[in-house]
């Protein structure tokens, strides 16, 4: 399975191809920096209940997953977490850009770095953020046929 340490490894990104039985297929990616380089295989997966740890409870999760398939890299996932991190990428240098460049004083002070840094978090959030709320949504969806 994969392991992970300190941003170096190997880490199961993306989930396509839902199946009715909760079950999808899933890539395993060699990481650097967190960053995804190399696609080493793709299973089908279905996840299991997730188990804390009781030691710490706060900082170790720990899912469960069972393997029901395994073959070689899925090309339409790797394409899309290739294309997901290359926007990604582009996103958080566009907008540290934008912000250098509207506001030349925004690092002067305690204050102002602090306030640079939170909306920093929030931008970065944002590609994060909107897969999850439309996965959501296109589970409410219901196609209406007239």
């Known amino acids: 399975m994969a392991t992970l340490i300190q941003g170096f490894g190997t880490v199961f990104i993306g989930r396509r191809d839902f199946w009715p039985d909760g079950s999808y297929v899933t890539t395993e990616w060699f990481v ?5 380089l190399i696609p080493i295989r793709s299973v089908r997966v279905k996840s299991e209940p997730l188990n804390t740890a009781a030691r710490y ?3 170790s999760a720990k899912r469960n997953h069972t393997v029901s398939d ?3 890299p899925h090309v339409k996932q790797v394409l899309c977490v290739y294309m997901f991190t290359a926007c990604y990428v582009a996103w958080i240098v566009a907008m540290l850009l934008l912000m ?3 506001f030349p004083r925004i690092f002067e002070g305690l204050w102002s770095t602090a306030m640079a840094m939170l909306t920093i978090a929030a ?3 944002i590609p994060w953020v909107i897969p999850l709320y439309l996965r959501e949504r296109s589970k409410r969806w219901r196609p209406s046929f007239k």
């Not at 650097?32 to 995804?36: A, D, I, M, Q």
């Open 32 to 36: 650097v920096f967190l960053v995804p």
């Open 57 to 59: 409870p706060l900082f």
């Open 70 to 72: 395994e073959r070689a």
């Open 100 to 102: 250098v460049d509207r």
């Open 123 to 125: 931008l970065a959030g």
